[in-house]
C-alpha cells in the first residue's frame, strides 16, 4: 500500500460528458502528479500541484483541469470526454514538504476510465 | 525532450536465472534514473533510483547499472522467481533541469516456474 488513494477506482461514461477524479497523497507529501496510461501512448505526465498551486505542466489537454486543495487532495476534471479519452488515470505523490525532488513517486491504485 | 526505449518484446526465462532488461535514452543525459514495477492494472511502485555519478546500485536481488557514455541503463534481477513477473518501467527527467520523469513503455518479464 502506497498511502496514496484514488476514487473512484472504475468510472463508466459517454462521450461529451464531465467526470471528477479524486487523489489523497501519502501523508506529509506535498507534491501531487496526475499522469494517464494508455495501452498506445504509455504513461504520460498530465500536471503536478505543490501545496495548492500549479508547479510544473505536461501533455494535459485544455479539456482536463485540476486542483489541489488546502487539505492537500487533489482532482483532475475531465470535460467533453471523447472516446480516446479512456485509459488508467494515475495519481503519485511525493517530495514530504519539498516541491522538488529526485526521490521516488508513490502511486496510487488509478482510476479506470472507460468513455463509451 | 527525453526519448526512453524499452524492449516492447516480452522477456521470459526461467525461475532462479538473471533477468536483464535494457533502458536506452537519446538526448541530453539524465541526473537521474528510476526503475519501476507495474503489475497488470496497477499503479507503478518504485524500486531503485541511480545517479548520474554511480556506476551502480543494489537492492537486494536487484543491481541497475547506468553508463551515461552508452545512455543506457541495465536492471538485472538475480535469482528471479515466479512473483517477479511483471513489466518493468524506466524513467528520467523530461528535459535537462526538470525532475519531472518520463516513463519508459516498460518491459514485460514472465518468469517461468
Known amino acids: 500500500d502506497s498511502g496514496v488513494t484514488q476514487t473512484p477506482k472504475h468510472l463508466i461514461t459517454a462521450t461529451g460528458q464531465r467526470v471528477t477524479l479524486r487523489c489523497s497523497p501519502r501523508s506529509g507529501d506535498l507534491s501531487v502528479y496526475w499522469y494517464q496510461q494508455s495501452l498506445d501512448q504509455g504513461l504520460q505526465f498530465l500536471i503536478q500541484y505543490y501545496n495548492g498551486e500549479e508547479r510544473a505542466k505536461g501533455n494535459i489537454l485544455e479539456r482536463f483541469s485540476a486542483q489541489q486543495f488546502p487539505d492537500l487532495h487533489s482532482e483532475l476534471n475531465l470535460s467533453s470526454l471523447e472516446l480516446g479519452d479512456s485509459a488508467l488515470y494515475f495519481c503519485?505523490?511525493?517530495?514530504?514538504?519539498?516541491?522538488?525532488?529526485?526521490?521516488?513517486?508513490?502511486f496510487g491504485p488509478g482510476t479506470r476510465l472507460t468513455v463509451l | 525532450s527525453q526519448k526512453i526505449e524499452q524492449n516492447s518484446e516480452a522477456l521470459n526465462i526461467q525461475e532462479g536465472k538473471t533477468a536483464t532488461l535494457t533502458c536506452n535514452y537519446t538526448?541530453?543525459?539524465?541526473?537521474?534514473l528510476q526503475w519501476y514495477r507495474q503489475d497488470p492494472g496497477r499503479g507503478p511502485v518504485f524500486l531503485l533510483l541511480i545517479r548520474e555519478n554511480e556506476k551502480e546500485k543494489r537492492k537486494e536481488r536487484l543491481k541497475v547499472t547506468f553508463d551515461t557514455t552508452l545512455k543506457q541503463s541495465l536492471f538485472h534481477i538475480t535469482a528471479s522467481q515466479p512473483a517477479d513477473s511483471a513489466t518493468y518501467l524506466c524513467?528520467?527527467?523530461?528535459?535537462?533541469?526538470?525532475?519531472?520523469?518520463?516513463f519508459g513503455r516498460g518491459t514485460s518479464l514472465i518468469v517461468h516456474p
Open positions: 524513467a528520467l527527467p523530461t528535459s535537462g533541469g526538470s525532475y519531472i520523469p518520463t
Open positions: 503519485a505523490s511525493s517530495g514530504g514538504g519539498r516541491a522538488i525532488t529526485y526521490n521516488e513517486q508513490f
Open positions: 538526448n541530453y543525459s539524465p541526473a537521474y
